[in-house]
């Protein structure tokens, strides 16, 4: 894994300012232990010579409280810093798909993953990672840099050393790699098992199959805590080994100074600093190994969200969208991703306004020529163009929030509630609606559950009555409603023709008898009656 | 009512948190005797006298990494064990809640909900007793050692140590305010993203696009205040326990100068401080874990402490493997204070096809709950067979009703695993038939390792269709007589509900069967339909 990609910066330019601001503050934090080890050194030289230490003690208050306000800043930039970037990693992704055909997005089980659990994974990331990893690169410096001054000795002798710390976690990583995936892939699999049976239990429940797997969860679960120990064992020995490593490289330090006190060619202070110092250079580095695991979930995150954001293969799929209440589409043809059959082959076909009706057996590919005369999937070949769309998907999509709230989705906000009525009324809801205790501020369930299948529908043709789009798509506009219900359906979108260009996909014969252009979809070929 | 976690692994704690006090006292040991042998040294004493403390930084430099590690091992160990055992010990104590009392939607995510929480739950053994009981431990030998050379030295210490725990006292308090309005704030976060990720070409068709994303920036402004707050709690145990360092080390300066100490004494006793605040620091984590973990156990125990919603009653046998069932005049609900359905009437003698319609909250999935033996009637009688069910033993009624829900799970295994749950001891020949009465005849033939493809979480996806159909496969191998479909096609289109209903009704010929819908597909197919619309009393 990279410890930092910089690509997140160009994607999300706005999480720029947090993630440098972080660094700043846990850079000064860096710089701050620093200080305050000269501080400190300075108090125990002044107080051990028996000589004025206020002062020194003055410096030491002040180190510790520089440190303390940096340390709860780190904590406040590293917590916004933590969400900025994992909003706008998962706003970019989610704007991107808003505006790219299917074709260029991955399925609704995948993408739902990525924006919630795989952005969210970031966080952290973002809040302890990025900060040790800075102070991982700062403070060695500044801990050697200070010592090349104070006393250039004990500076060899840490910069002979501290490569070595990466070194050996390189070795270590190295020879253990395969080993550590293998086991990871298996850790995996049983930690999955608990989970998968859990969201099972009303299954195993209906089937009387749950008690029997009371025996497996343990079997498994203790399975799972032998293999994590096993794939443990190696990463606490690796760390024990980097510890023992540091200590020895301060003690080396140690030895060089105290013998040099002895002969008397070392002041106490320069002596106490470099062994203060010397430590400064070897935790930082030692913290980064331990956010590591932390950080790899994080960057792996953070890698497969920018693959999903960075590749810009299509543009956005909608049409640019005029005014103009036409669809014309030349020489269409479509295809399914990952499929050779042509569910769409050279259809050619001009609406204006007025009624257009699409019928064609089930799979002939009518809800796929809606979508692409909306622009939300790529033809394969020849053209569309539209105006403005306003598209009623056959389950058409509603929030969970109010019943007002659905309806002003996609349209100005500014519709007032004599407008929302009246939608509701050529819809024939307003009974229904005015019946409800709250009337339009009534919360539909998530994703409108609740409402039965012909509500739903009806909810959004009160909403496409309400857009200002010149074309109007409709997928089965009457496929739940009773015969009074698709009469009225029937009736609106006769009115709606006379100022929009409509276009639906029906299987209802009385709205084929209305129309003015009737699409028939075969299988292979596609005809055009007038 | 359960609790998480069993005593003996209290035990094992302790053990890692004495290690960890041995590891963390190492540390402070080591710089103090670093302080004191650096200025004994500039002394320029004959180096003998200096071997003993020389031999004592060396063990010390050992010890360190030699106890973290046995404590790492020893926490990790008994935290995975506890996981193990409270893992077992929730999913036995869920098995008599499942379904009724696990909410009425959205199990699922309730279910993977107690997963997560359960994890929060042990992780605290690491994250929080260990690294408090660590740093009791150094700061006990902190007090003994310094008090040992100077007792006002020891007192500086304990008041010290006293202030750092009210400190991290106070930053609990803030942690724990902040831990619902988090929670609440994730939540949204995850709905919102949810319902774009899902739904894309349906918010692109109405161009809604930036109302989803206003709605996404808002929960995410909420997150950012949420965790700002939050991060108040950690960031004043880190910020307190420096200054009180800070403060401590001027203190102790002026008690060693004050003292008739030795100059190596001194710098000891000066550097003590600095060196503790290694060891308190962590607390500022275990804060947050404490936190996280007490909100975890609230919402696990308040899943677990709910009375089932069958009172375990008959030990008797159902008369007929074909039984006639009848409900007179009942009424049921989710929780026993509340009527959701009835008083309701339904006869089903073997072989009838019923639908239940009705609006949203009319009690369509709650009466279902009742035929399944899943919920006790709250007044009238379920009769099976003639006999009242609640004095039949309930896995016995229960073995009689196979149950296809709107989020049927498939889990990660084979396609034969997945079916054999539903009868074990089918051969591979009727799962095969079962697989084709259910419609999947072609998708079947089109597997790549046939019976051996695995399913679910990191296998073979499948449509929603595909899902459904598995679930009814499911219910045709069981051979049990009565079928109950609880909106078996409510996140399907219309073209593939209507095809899996024929399924439906072409596998479960010869049965009883009721069919609970908000939708018209297939429910012409059905002998009666129970409308629950409750009529208007105003």
Excluded at chain 1, 211 to 221: D, G, I, N, P, W
Excluded at chain 2, 474 to 480: G, H, I, K, M, Q
Excluded at chain 2, 499 to 519: C, E, I, K, L, P
């Amino acid at each position: 894994m990279k410890p930092f990609d910089p690509r997140l910066l160009q994607v999300a330019p706005t999480v720029r300012r947090p993630v440098i601001l972080l660094g700043a503050v846990a850079a000064g934090q860096g710089a701050a232990a620093i200080g305050l080890a000269f501080a400190l050194a300075r108090l125990v030289t002044d107080v051990v010579a028996h000589e004025d230490w206020v002062r020194s003690a003055g410096w030491v208050v002040v180190a510790f409280l520089v440190r303390a306000g940096l340390g709860m800043l780190v904590e406040r930039v590293g917590a916004s810093t933590a969400t900025e970037v994992s909003a706008a990693l998962r706003r970019g992704l989610l704007e991107r798909w808003l505006a790219a055909p299917v074709e260029g997005r991955p399925d609704a089980e995948k993408a739902s993953t990525l924006a919630v659990q795989g952005a969210s994974a970031v966080e952290p990331y973002a809040a302890r990672f990025l900060p040790a990893l800075v102070a991982g690169v700062v403070v060695p410096v500044l801990a050697v840099s200070a010592l090349l001054v104070v006393d250039p000795l004990s500076a060899v002798v840490v910069i002979a050393t501290l490569p070595l710390l990466p070194l050996f976690a390189a070795l270590i990583g190295r020879t253990t790699e395969d080993d550590t995936m293998r086991r990871w892939r298996a850790l995996e699999q049983l930690a999955g098992h608990f989970g998968d049976v859990m969201r099972g239990l009303p299954t195993l429940v209906a089937f009387g199959r749950a008690r029997r797997q009371v025996e497996v969860v343990r079997a498994v679960s203790e399975q799972d805590r032998l293999a994590t120990m096993r794939t443990l064992r190696l990463a606490f020995l690796s760390s024990a080994a980097l510890e023992l490593l540091a200590t020895i490289s301060v003690a080396i330090v140690a030895v060089c100074v105290g013998l040099r006190l002895t002969h008397g060619s070392m002041t106490l202070h320069a002596g106490l600093l470099a062994i203060l110092l010397a430590p400064e250079a070897y935790w930082p580095i030692r913290k980064v190994g331990a956010e590591f695991h932390a950080a790899a979930d994080g960057a792996t995150a953070i890698s497969r969200l920018l693959e999903h954001s960075v590749d810009g293969a299509h543009s956005g799929g909608t049409p640019s969208g005029s005014g103009v209440p036409a669809v014309v589409v030349e020489g269409l043809g479509y295809a399914y991703p990952g499929s050779q059959a042509r569910v769409i082959d050279d259809l050619s076909l001009t609406a204006g306004l007025g009624l257009t009706v699409v019928t064609g057996e089930s799979g002939s590919g009518k809800s796929t020529l809606l979508d692409l005369v909306a622009g939300l999937r790529l033809p394969c070949s020849g053209t569309v163009e539209a105006g403005r769309v306003h598209y009623v998907t056959q389950r058409p999509f509603l929030p969970d929030g109010t019943i007002t709230e659905a309806l002003r989705m996609g349209n100005a906000p500014e519709l007032t509630a004599q407008e929302l009525w009246s939608a509701l009324r050529q819809v024939g809801l307003d009974e229904l609606v005015a019946r409800l205790p709250d009337g339009l501020d009534t919360s539909l369930g998530d994703d409108g559950f609740g409402l039965s299948a012909g509500q739903r529908l009806r909810l959004g043709l009160a909403r496409a009555v309400l857009s200002d789009a010149p074309v109007l798509l409709l997928d089965e506009p009457t496929a739940h409603l009773d015969r009074e219900g698709s009469a009225l359906v029937t009736g609106l979108l006769r009115n709606l023709a006379a100022e929009r260009c409509i276009v639906a996909a029906t299987h209802a014969s009385e709205l084929v008898a209305t129309a003015e252009q009737h699409v028939h979809l075969g299988r292979t070929l596609a005809e055009v009656t007038a | 009512m359960t609790t998480i976690g069993p005593a003996l692994a209290r035990r094992d704690g302790a053990v890692a948190g004495v290690w960890g006090g041995l590891a963390l006292t190492s540390g402070v040991a080591l710089t103090a005797t670093s302080g004191w042998l650096i200025v004994r040294a500039a002394e320029r004493p004959v180096i003998l006298t200096l071997l003993t403390a020389i031999v004592g930084v060396r063990a010390f430099g050992m010890a360190r990494p030699f106890f973290r590690h046995l404590e790492r091992l020893r926490s990790h160990d008994s935290a995975l064990a506890d996981l193990a055992s409270a893992r077992t010990e929730v999913y036995a104590a869920l098995v008599p809640l499942t379904p009724a009392r696990l909410g009425r939607r959205s199990r699922s995510a309730v279910l993977t909900g107690v997963v997560d929480d359960l994890t929060d739950v042990v992780e605290a053994h690491v994250r929080v007793r260990v690294p408090v009981l660590s740093a009791a431990v150094a700061a006990f030998f902190a007090i003994v050692l310094t008090g040992a050379l100077e007792p006002r030295a020891g007192l500086v210490v304990a008041v010290e140590m006293v202030l750092v725990a009210l400190t991290a006292r106070v930053g609990l308090v803030r942690e724990r305010e902040a831990q619902p309005l988090l929670g609440a704030a994730r939540a949204e976060v995850g709905r919102a993203a949810e319902l774009v990720a899902r739904h894309t070409l349906e918010v692109q068709a109405i161009g809604a696009a930036a109302d989803v994303l206003g709605r996404l920036d808002r929960a995410h402004a909420d997150l950012a205040d949420a965790l700002r707050r939050q991060s108040r709690g950690r960031a004043l145990v880190t910020g307190g326990v420096l200054a009180l360092t800070g403060a401590a080390t001027i203190v102790m300066a002026a008690v060693a100068t004050g003292s008739d100490l030795s100059a190596g004494v001194t710098a000891l006793l000066v550097v003590v401080p600095a060196a503790l605040a290694d060891a308190v620091l962590p607390l500022a984590d275990s804060v947050r874990a404490q936190a996280r973990a007490e909100q975890s156990r609230l919402r696990v125990d308040a899943l677990l402490d709910q009375a089932p919603a069958i009172a375990d009653a008959g030990t008797a046998q159902p008369p007929s493997r074909a039984p006639h069932l009848v409900l007179e005049d009942v009424t049921a609900g989710w929780s026993a204070d509340h009527v959701d359905v009835g008083p309701v009437d339904l006869d089903l003698p073997p072989g009838r096809r019923v639908g239940i319609v009705g609006a949203n909250g009319s009690g369509k999935s709650t009466l279902l709950a009742v035929l399944a033996r899943a919920l006790d009637p709250l007044a009238g009688t379920y009769r099976v067979g003639g006999r009242d069910a609640t004095e039949l033993d309930t896995e016995a009624v229960r073995d009689l009703v196979a149950v296809v829900d709107d989020e049927p799970h498939l889990f990660a295994s084979d396609v034969r695993a997945n079916l054999l749950l539903a009868r074990p001891d089918a051969q591979d020949e009727d799962l095969r038939g079962g697989l084709r009465v259910a419609g999947l005849g072609s998708w079947f033939d089109g597997l790549p390792d046939g019976l051996d493809t695995r399913l679910g979480a990191g296998g073979r996806g499948v449509s929603g269709g595909e899902r459904a159909r598995l679930a009814l496969a499911r219910a045709v191998l069981s051979r049990r007589p009565v079928v109950l479909l609880d909106e078996p096609v409510a996140h399907l289109d219309h073209a593939t509900a209507t095809q899996v209903m024929s399924d439906v009704w072409n596998a479960t010929s010869g049965r009883s069967v009721v069919v609970v819908s908000h939708r018209q597909e297939g429910l012409d197919m059905v002998d009666t339909i129970l409308d629950l619309t409750p009529t208007r009393k105003d």
